[in-house]
């Protein structure tokens, strides 16, 4: 019997695990919604394949897991999706199919999207010469003509892409909503669109692109001034950046909280006394965590960062959730379709470049009063193909004025997606071409707040219709919640017109590009459990080029170091990698070297930013090691 059994167990292991196979069911939906009949439905590689019913539904045997089911059909975009257990156990598997669209000139569809043939698309500097604000509050329309000027968005090869200087009227950039059918215009392709973005952290004084009464006129009308700002540096005993440390801003006297905020991925955190109303003043408020370890008589970032050391272990946490709040309305129907593919790819991107993470996506799409729906929502979980399929669903239709239910949309995102308390990041990126509502100014304020205390970093997108006052709101958000602020350009010829933002110029690159190179910014952080020269990872930022060939020595340092320049320069910053200045240098009387300390930061890649005297900016990477 013993040899029996020896002789049998090799047959029995070599035969087929059908005892493994498992039944998948699920449910095909082109973008409209509908169930999609006659979708081919096989996983790769197999030669067995099953076609959809009438009804969109279908049963597929899988025999090994994880394996890649690819659903394709005539005239639809063809999908793949990694089938999992999850999967297996999900009642209510859905797929969405859009609409294959049309080939565009000089584009080629890709296994990775959609790429200009023999091209790449490079960045292009753009210097913006902003006359004024064209309004003092959301929704007024000034009727004079001012140019928009913008240089050559360069492609590598052949042939250039530009948008020359052109005379628009004011009041074409208001563009009010109206039942625009999706898919009209060009047509959507991946990577087409372009955007730029104002990172207000990365410039010393703030708001120094306006003019006095222009920042009055709009703080006033919208009741925030970021003023009286405290920036705080935490770190443990061993000067690791502490993340997701919730900090306070104390006033001394009343003991009432004027901040609550959480570390970033840096362990840096932002926090203000006069944003909403005005602070009582200097050296009347104290920096503390909920451990009672604290900044006594804490400094405003004109004069430097503050350093709060806590007594925690090296922790790090691979949790990170994003959302996507995005106003479709009917104005937003120029670019919501482009815009869904972008949003797609970008999460797909995202998740696949930072697999040891563990990244939860959701998403928000609001519209206005008396609309068919005011909010949908898709809170975070951890099937990223639910947060994809309910994107593709969606379209712009409604409104009928210019402001949209923006305080709406984001009390939803705060309030009903189910945020993760113990997160490395917290990224609300808001999409959206109008402001709120004039009543809801308060709501607005109190909800900016709200992200603030929740750790929740703001970065809006400005589409085709934002005014002057609405970017100043926009602006404002991020400042308050430790975000950015990005927008669409008309570099790429898609959609209504853009305005300029108010700054003295900025960067065009492709959107998916910008938005991956600031979730890569944001998710970025030094693992306090490896040796510092095993660090080799590095988020993907963009910095001017060392057009002085400064030097920097020693480099690596550990804190002290000597910056030297036969050049002559105007300004000297340190800043962190993503470009947030830390500390300004005093360069009078200098002779061309300088002495910096920077051993109250954590170890990593800084920058040092200078101004030259014909007023270029330059910079050089320093590495922070002990």
């Not at 970093?457 to 709101?473: N, W």
């Not at 960067?507 to 190179?517: G, T």
């Amino acid at each position: 019997m013993r040899k029996f059994l020896l002789l049998i167990l090799p047959l029995l292991l070599l035969q087929p695990r059908f005892g493994f196979s498992q039944l998948l069911n699920g449910r095909v939906l082109n973008e409209s919604g509908g169930n999609a009949a006659g979708v081919t439905v096989q996983f790769q590689n197999k030669s067995n394949k099953i076609s959809t019913n009438a009804d969109g539904t279908f049963k597929i045997m899988a025999t090994r897991l994880p394996d890649t089911l690819v659903f394709s059909a005539v005239g639809m975009e063809s999908y793949n999706v990694v089938i999992t257990e999850k999967n297996i156990k999900d009642p209510n598997f859905e797929v969405v199919l859009l609409n294959k669209r049309k080939a565009m000139d000089e584009v080629v569809l890709t296994s990775m999207g959609a790429a200009r043939q023999r091209k790449e698309l490079a960045y292009s500097t753009v210097t913006s010469k902003p006359d004024r604000l064209l309004e003092k509050v959301a929704g007024v329309e000034v009727g004079s003509r001012y140019p928009l000027s913008y240089e050559p968005l360069t492609v590598r090869g052949s042939g250039t892409i530009s948008s020359p200087s052109v005379y628009i009227e004011a009041s074409k950039f208001f563009s009010r909503d109206t039942n625009i059918t999706p898919g009209t215009g060009a047509t959507a392709k991946l990577k087409i669109i372009t955007a730029g973005e104002v990172n207000d952290f990365n410039k010393w004084k703030m708001w120094e692109d306006y003019t006095e009464n222009e920042f009055k006129s709009l703080s006033v009308f919208w009741g925030m001034k970021s003023n009286n700002r405290y920036s705080v540096q935490v770190t443990d005993k061993k000067h690791n950046a502490v993340m997701n440390e919730e900090v306070f801003l104390i006033n001394k006297t009343s003991k009432d909280t004027v901040w609550r905020t959480f570390t970033d991925n840096t362990g840096k955190a932002e926090l203000w006394a006069g944003f909403f109303k005005d602070s009582i003043g200097k050296n009347d408020y104290f920096i503390t965590d909920r451990s009672g370890n604290a900044v006594n008589s804490p400094s405003e970032f004109s004069q430097g960062i503050n350093l709060l050391v806590v007594d925690k272990s090296c922790q790090i946490s691979y949790d990170v959730d994003i959302a996507f709040v995005v106003d479709a309305t009917g104005s937003m129907g120029d670019e919501i379709e482009f815009l869904k593919l972008e949003l797609e790819d970008v999460i797909r991107n995202t998740m696949e470049q930072h697999k040891s993470l563990s990244l939860r996506a959701a998403s928000v799409f609001y519209r206005d009063k008396r609309d068919e729906y005011l909010t949908k929502k898709v809170s975070f979980n951890d099937d990223l193909l639910k947060t994809l399929n309910f994107i593709k669903l969606q379209n712009a239709l409604g409104g009928g004025d210019f402001p949209e239910a923006v305080e709406d949309a984001l009390a939803t995102a705060l309030d009903s997606l189910q945020w993760n308390k113990n997160t490395r990041t917290k990224l609300l990126f808001l999409i959206l071409d109008a402001p709120p509502h004039n009543e809801a100014k308060e709501k607005i304020r109190l909800l900016t707040l709200k992200a603030a205390a929740m750790g929740i970093r703001i970065v809006p997108i400005a589409c085709s219709g934002t005014d002057k006052s609405t970017e100043f709101l926009l602006r404002s958000m991020a400042l308050a919640t430790n975000g950015t602020y990005t927008f669409l350009t008309n570099h790429s010829g898609v959609g209504n017109s853009h305005i300029e933002p108010t700054t003295d110029k900025y960067e065009v690159e492709l959107l998916n590009n910008l938005l991956q190179r600031i979730i890569g910014q944001f998710l970025y952080a030094k693992d306090c459990s490896k040796d510092e020269t095993q660090q080799v990872e590095q988020p993907n930022t963009r910095q001017p080029d060392n057009i002085l060939s400064v030097k920097l020595y020693p480099n690596p340092t550990n804190g002290k170091f000597t910056i030297e320049s036969n050049k002559d320069i105007k300004e000297i910053y340190i800043a962190d990698f993503s470009g947030k200045l830390l500390m300004k240098l005093s360069v009078a009387d200098k002779k061309g070297r300088w002495q910096v300390d920077i051993g109250n930061y954590p170890s990593g890649v800084y920058l040092v930013k200078y101004i030259t005297a014909d007023n270029k900016w330059g910079a050089e990477k320093v590495i922070l090691m002990r």
